[in-house]
């Protein structure tokens, strides 16, 4: 089959149209095709240009399904969090309510993306070297954040690029709850961490309007509680 040929995106048409996709075409991405699209996200923002990321395709079926394994158990324990009502591991959270959802957690396969997750047509970890990031956050004494902007940037772009190919995706953090096991599964070392898994594939839809909170809902002047950004301002 020849694959199709991508009109080229427009800046604010991408940023604005590049939605999760998690349903492909039973079809593979070609390698050159992937090239391309890391060849432009490598131009991402990233900390002193220090490019401290690493991706590992995952593309034997035995590596596939552990990912896969991985993935569902922290869905599952994501789902069952959900359910009690509890928001699922945040930095300021109820970690007892958290473990009660948890401890009642199913254990089956779900279904859906999640546990169709090792027929992903493209398995890209993504990894951050340690040894890399400028994390100003680091001795705050609360979770720390910084580092990522060194690193997600990276992943957004991927998304941007591979949208422009006529692709779609969608980034997980799902299997950063098993990081342990990822990093023994892909013999990953000890100075890199597990940021997240892209997921990429021709769609077989893709969203046509994405819903947002609107820039004053988020944007205020001067101080957490000031003003409101005026979306009719010039």
């Keep these: 089959m020849t694959a199709e040929v991508a009109e080229p995106l427009g800046l604010v048409e991408g940023l604005r149209t590049t939605g999760a996709v998690r349903d492909f075409e039973d079809r593979p991405v070609p390698h050159d095709v992937l090239a391309k699209v890391f060849d432009t996200a490598r131009f991402a923002p990233n900390g002193g240009n220090q490019q401290a990321w690493h991706i590992v395709l995952v593309e034997d079926p035995e590596l596939r399904r552990g990912m896969r394994d991985l993935y569902v158990d922290g869905w599952n324990r994501y789902l069952a969090m959900r359910a009690a009502g509890v928001q699922p591991w945040a930095p300021i959270g109820d970690r007892e309510a958290e473990a009660a ?111 947002r909170d609107p820039v004053d809902s988020f944007v205020t002047v001067d101080a957490f509680a000031g003003t409101p950004l005026r979306t009719d301002a010039p």
């Design 101 to 211: 959802a948890i401890a009642d957690a199913d254990d089956g396969d779900p279904g859906g993306f999640a546990g169709d997750f090792d027929q992903v047509p493209v398995m890209a970890v993504l990894l951050a070297d340690l040894r890399l990031l400028a994390a100003t956050d680091r001795d705050l004494g609360r979770y720390t954040l910084v580092g990522g902007a060194s690193i997600y940037p990276f992943a957004w772009s991927v998304l941007l690029a591979a949208h422009a190919e006529g692709l779609g995706g969608v980034m997980t953090t799902m299997n950063v709850v098993h990081e342990p096991e990822v990093k023994a599964l892909l013999q990953i070392p000890d100075d890199h961490a597990v940021v997240g898994v892209l997921a990429l594939g021709y769609p077989t839809k893709r969203a046509t309007k994405l819903r």
